[in-house]
Nanobody, 113 residues
Framework: QMQLAESGGGLVQPGRSLTLSCIVS????????IGWYRKSPGKEREGISC??????VYRESVKGRFTISRDNAKNTMYLQMNDLKTEDTAVYYC????????WGEGTLVTVSS
């Protein structure tokens, strides 16, 4: 059974950085493409980045500020978020785009001064 668990969220000021983690189990991280999603209040959940066997992709709004990476040995994916903006406030989730699993609780990122 595939399981994913997000962590690392918190309250940060605009312009600061935060790193999210996604620990997976039940499958081998290097065998799949996996991505980060977020849901802001009043908005639909959106995909923001994906990493797999092809070059990583990013949503335009986070390009140049966010970096996705993974440590296959630790079965963990990361999202380094720099220069955070208030509009980045959301609950962040990880999932497998080609085999979506039930959404977990996610991790809340609040960007506010």
């Amino acid at each position: 059974q595939m399981q994913l668990a997000e962590s690392g969220g918190g309250l940060v000021q605009p312009g600061r950085s935060l790193t999210l983690s996604c620990i997976v189990s039940g499958f081998t991280l290097e065998d799949v493409s996996i991505g980060w999603y977020r849901k802001s209040p009043g908005k639909e959940r959106e995909g923001i980045s994906c990493i797999g066997k092809t070059p990583s992709v990013y949503r335009e709004s986070v390009k140049g500020r966010f970096t996705i990476s993974r440590d296959n040995a630790k079965n963990t994916m990361y999202l380094q978020m720099n220069d955070l903006k208030t509009e980045d406030t959301a609950v962040y989730y990880c999932n497998v785009p080609n085999n979506l699993q039930p959404w977990g609780e996610g991790t809340l990122v609040t960007v506010s001064s």
